[in-house]
Antibody, heavy 120, light 110 residues
């Protein structure tokens, strides 16, 4: 069974850092591009970042560029999101999601999400 | 990159058909056949319902269909059922930021 499990969320104060992890199982992780997508409370989905299967290509939304870093460890079947200089507007449920169709389709498989709350 | 535009809500009676529109630009929906649709019940992760404009993943009922014309993509739910009442989002591959999502649509079954 294909499975993605996020962890690392929590309540933090503005300006601090947090690292999210996503553990993948049930498929050959190294063959797929991966993504982070977030959803603020009561709001819509927002694409955050993507990394190609071999980490050669990395993309960020303008809202997180320069503050967030996506990475992956194919040997550990894991995806990461390092979030620095967190702001209140980063409060959201963060999902990891797999891409298919050569990266053209985001999200044939999603994790359950991890909640990040940024508040003083 | 601005979000794709969807109507906030659509409604229909059981058995009827409803269509959700997703309007973008020539930089996203209009240029790529990489439009996807997701169903998201409250408190759960999104589920892929349509990809590459009109393809259904395994297990998605054929009551769900997708199409595209110019800068606007559409999701049609035929034979509407009570279980279809939830939120739907579109997304598109884009030349600028890689992916962009729609604003979301709540489907109500009357």
């Amino acid at each position: 069974e294909v499975q993605l499990v996020e962890s690392g969320g929590g309540l933090v104060t503005p300006g601090v850092s947090l690292r999210l992890s996503c553990a993948a199982s049930g498929f050959t992780f190294s063959n797929y591009a991966m993504n982070w997508v977030r959803q603020a409370p009561g709001k819509g989905l927002e694409w955050v970042s993507s990394v190609s299967s071999g980490s050669h290509y990395i993309y960020y939304a303008d809202s997180v560029k320069g503050r967030f870093t996506i990475s992956r460890d194919n040997a550990k079947n894991s995806l990461y999101l390092q979030m620095n200089s967190l702001r209140a507007e980063d409060t959201a449920v963060y999902y990891c999601a797999r891409s298919i169709s050569g990266g053209g389709t985001l999200g044939d498989c999603w994790g359950q999400g991890t909640l990040v709350t940024v508040s003083s | 990159q601005s979000a794709l535009t969807q109507p906030p809500s659509v409604s229909g009676s059981p058995g009827q058909s409803v269509t959700i529109s997703c309007t973008g630009t020539s930089s996203d929906v209009g240029s790529y056949n990489r439009v996807s649709w997701y169903q998201q019940p409250p408190g759960t992760a999104p589920k892929l319902m349509i990809y590459e404009v009109s393809n259904r993943p395994s297990g998605v009922p054929d009551r769900f269909s997708g199409s595209k014309s110019g800068n606007t993509a559409s999701l049609t739910i035929s034979g509407l059922r009570a279980e279809d009442e939830t939120d739907y989002y579109c997304s598109s591959y884009t030349s600028s930021s890689l992916y962009v999502f729609g604003t979301g649509t709540r489907v109500t079954v009357l």
